[in-house]
């Protein structure tokens, strides 16, 4: 038998060999596969009722004069009167912030001449709610041209939402259970779970809030949501 053969003749017996191990040994020859397990995937919402107990304000005051200098030097002293009031209104420092400095020229209608400078300036403050009529009226007095809210919150957001997250994950349980039982499946464990969203507060009806002759606030409800999407094992 020439070299060739003597080739052909061994590579015929080792595949002959693998085939022979394949049978012998299926798991060698095929990879295994195991059945997919039952899931059910729910989501779940959960919602606190809050009453705000705390509002936002923007202050704002605008001046005008002939030249930039003097327009942004009569609005910085307005601005100043504006934050000197609001502190004698019981706001701390840390509650009030400068939101915006602007300054530009005015020009006539067709736009060919500076005839003037306006200037502006903003703050954002935040106050206890029993406080806000007073404080609005505060910065009005002092000068405020301007008044942006109230934007209605409360301190406890962070403990409502947590409470509001728990009734997510007891709605999810519930709804996984329904359709357990429907579907003649028995519940099993918690697989996965997302959170769907943030603090979501929506604002409902009203419980008015006056000081004198201040404007009134109205604090009203607030709801805050939560969701979350839960996957159970099922079998």
Known sequence: MNRLGKILLAAGVLLVAAAIAGVAQPHLARTATTSG????????SGTVD?????????FGVTTQASTASRALSRNAEQARAI??????????????QTTDVSLWPQTRADGTEIVGYTA???????????????????????GADSVDGPSLD????????A?????????????????????????GAMVKV???GQPSPAYFGPAAERAGAAPPIEAGTQEIQASVTVTYSAS
């Open 154 to 161: 409360t301190a406890a957001k962070s403990s409502l939402y």
């Open 194 to 196: 997302r959170e769907g």
């Open 163 to 187: 409470r509001a997250l728990r009734q997510a994950v007891a709605d999810a349980k519930t709804k996984a259970r329904a359709i357990a039982d429907a579907s003649g499946l028995t519940l």
């Open 37 to 44: 397990e039952t899931a059910i995937t729910v989501t779940g």
């Open 83 to 96: 934050i000197a009031a609001l502190k004698r209104a019981g706001i701390g420092a840390s509650d009030i």
């Open 120 to 142: 502006s300036n903003s703050v954002n403050v935040t106050v206890q709610l029993g406080r806000s009529g007073v404080v609005v009226d505060a910065a009005v007095r002092a």
């Open 50 to 58: 809050a009453v705000p107990d705390r509002a936002s304000f923007g």
